[in-house]
């Protein structure tokens, strides 16, 4: 993992290149990151500080029906070029979705608008070149190395190798610290890139219970697979090659808590804490004797919530009430409590499903503990999951599933809280009695890296 230092201005550019920004390593990264790029064979060729040169060379998958290059494949190749020659500037620092990172250190780069003028039809290999006028140079560290979004526009030009013009680009670029585009505290703000990322991982889990073909769970995946969309089905496609585990530890998890509904007698109410996209009440209303469901998320999640099951057809009538809330900013037993329609006195469970490693320790001990208030019941529950901190802090020693932790981190995902011990960190949330079943017994399975994933049960 690259660290990015305070200024960056502390590393020299020799060392720079060497471990981050050169031409062999930019080309294998985007390879791996945008497929369409190693599929037309683009490469970078040159790196220089400020510069950037690209190849998109004229063969069989780059051109069109004339013999000369696509369009919009020039137009590609401006991003990536442009975006190169920005991102030497900032030395030091790993670009999300492209360098192996996570939020705190890296920078967030977004092409805002492009121009791109073709000017004569391609019918050679074709060269890319941006040069970051000089002049610019200090603005953009100055504005990036004090915390400031940087918007510039750099010009890219594209030649045959004799040098004949071929394209002129002008394309907008912003990037800023990735630690910004979260909502805090202070700045609450949701930005559409933070919106887009939420969606993206409640897509991804929605994508996994939809390609759910386990007979461990008995899912009807159409609704799933609504929820995932293209994106979920996608981003579930390219994790799942990473950490092929990650299937099963989907379907473990719903049967679990499947299970768990079944055998809390006259369940009447079901909280889902951070719901996302998870199509449960429309699964398993009719089966549990139709308890309330109440699905708590950001309002920008339930917004894009009610937009996917509006467009279910013939959905099955449940009982479901959105609770808007920000786990970080409020206290979810007093929202719960102050509901019309919420009881703490009726048997309820509580599922906390997929969220405990996006929150700090703290974040989670706040959430788990106004939990606790709302469960008066002695039949009530809480179910969570919780990985291990070897999974957090990279120590399991397992290939995938650091790869899978490093996907996760460009994905803007990461892992933050792991946990040894749920029972004794539950018990610190106010929970009497604390059921710890790691993935690898729960599957019966022999691999290790299941071992990891714990599914909890608590209760007051
Ligand atoms: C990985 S998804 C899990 C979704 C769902 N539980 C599932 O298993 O399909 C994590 C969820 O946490 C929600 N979330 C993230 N930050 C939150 C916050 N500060 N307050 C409330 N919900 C949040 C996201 O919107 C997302 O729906």
């Not at 190849?55 to 190169?84: F, K, R, V």
């Not at 070149?129 to 190395?145: K, L, Q, T, W």
């Not at 680009?169 to 990322?197: C, D, E, G």
């Not at 610190?428 to 059921?435: A, I, L, V």
Request: hydrophobic share 40%.
């Amino acid at each position: 993992m690259i660290v990015s230092r305070a200024n960056g201005q502390s590393i020299s550019w020799q060392e720079d290149y060497n471990d981050r920004i050169n031409p062999p390593l930019m080309t294998r990264l985007l390879h791996e990151a945008i497929p369409v790029l190693r599929t037309v064979d683009w490469r970078v060729v040159e790196i220089t500080e400020g510069g950037c040169v690209s190849e998109l060379p004229l063969c069989y998958a780059s051109t069109n029906q004339h013999g000369t290059h696509q369009a919009a494949l020039i137009s590609l190749s401006a991003d990536y070029t442009g975006g190169i020659a920005l991102a030497t500037l900032l030395r030091g620092v790993p670009f999300a979705g492209v360098h192996p990172c996570n939020d705190e250190a890296s920078a967030s780069l977004w092409l805002a608008a492009m121009d791109v003028r073709y000017r004569n039809p391609s019918t050679e290999h074709l060269f890319a070149r941006c040069h970051v006028p000089a002049d610019m140079f200090s603005m953009i560290r100055n504005r990036y190395f004090a915390g400031k979004r940087v918007l510039v526009t750099l010009p890219v030009t594209f030649t045959t190798p004799n040098n004949e013009i071929v394209a002129e680009a002008k394309m907008k670029y912003f990037v800023q610290p990735s630690v910004q585009l979260r909502p805090t505290k202070q700045n609450p703000a949701i930005t559409p890139i933070y919106k887009h990322k939420l969606k993206a991982s409640a897509r991804m889990i929605a994508g996994l219970r939809a390609s759910a073909s386990s007979n461990l769970v008995r899912l009807d995946n159409a609704h799933e697979r609504h929820a995932a969309g293209p994106h979920g089905e996608l981003l579930a496609r390219r994790l799942r090659g990473i950490l092929p585990q990650l299937q099963d530890v989907v379907v473990a998890r719903t049967r679990h808590i499947d299970d768990i509904l079944k055998n809390i007698p006259g369940l009447r109410q079901v909280v889902l804490l951070g719901v996302g996209l998870d199509m449960r009440p429309f699964r398993v209303s009719h089966e549990l004797n139709m308890p309330m469901f109440f699905e708590l998320d950001l309002p920008e999640m339930l917004e894009e919530r009610s937009r996917v099951i509006a467009l279910i057809r013939n959905r099955p009538v449940v009982r479901r009430r959105m609770v808007a809330t920000d786990f970080k900013r409020d206290h979810v037993g007093e929202l719960l409590l102050r509901h019309p329609d919420f009881d703490p006195r009726i048997p309820t469970a509580v599922i906390y499903e997929g969220c405990t490693m996006y929150f700090s320790e703290e974040e989670n001990l706040e959430v788990l503990e106004a939990i606790s208030h709302v469960l008066e019941h002695p039949d009530s529950r809480l179910w969570c999951d919780m990985v291990k901190r070897s999974v957090v802090n990279g120590t399991t020693n397992i290939e995938e599933i650091a790869k899978f932790i490093a996907g996760m981190d460009q994905l803007g995902e990461s892992f933050i809280f792991g946990c040894d011990s749920p029972a004794e960190f539950l018990a610190r949330c106010g929970y009497s009695t604390t059921r710890v079943t790691t993935a690898q017994d729960f599957l019966g399975s022999a691999d290790p890296s299941f071992s990891t994933y714990q599914l909890v049960v608590a209760k007051v």
